[in-house]
């Protein structure tokens, strides 16, 4: 398995390096009205998508915050349930040793007659 994501991740680069490589010619990025500045336009793609993954993990990082809250309120009532199955059990134990008919010494000794 490790291959396949290696060799899937070479082909990836492979690919970036030739996007990067094919996309050398210079544009102008107008910035500001009346500002701009001359650039390659991989460097442009580059920013833009660099730009764009922060705006994804701000955009996600919201609704990680709540399921973590969930996990660990879960884990809470978990841990609880738990705690609550394991009185309950030493309980059961408890009433079926006390439920359990002791064999007393008369009763032996009648046996052996």
């Avoid at 899937?8 to 107008?30: D, E, M, R, Y």
């Avoid at 650039?39 to 705006?55: E, K, P, Q, S």
């Avoid at 841990?79 to 439920?99: C, T």
């Amino acid at each position: 398995m490790k291959i396949i994501y290696t060799l899937i991740k070479l082909v990836v680069l492979i690919a970036l390096l030739l996007l990067a490589i094919s996309n050398t010619q210079t544009v102008t990025f107008s910035y500001l009205p009346g500002q701009s500045v001359d650039v390659t336009l991989i460097v442009v793609l580059l920013a833009f998508f660099i730009v764009g993954a922060i705006f994804g993990v701000i955009a996600t990082f919201g609704r990680l915050l709540q399921l973590r809250s969930q996990v660990n309120a879960l884990q809470g009532q978990l841990r609880k349930e738990q705690e609550i199955n394991v009185q309950l059990q030493s309980e059961k134990n408890a009433l079926q040793s006390a439920n359990q008919p002791v064999i007393s010494d008369t009763m032996s000794s009648e046996s052996k007659k």
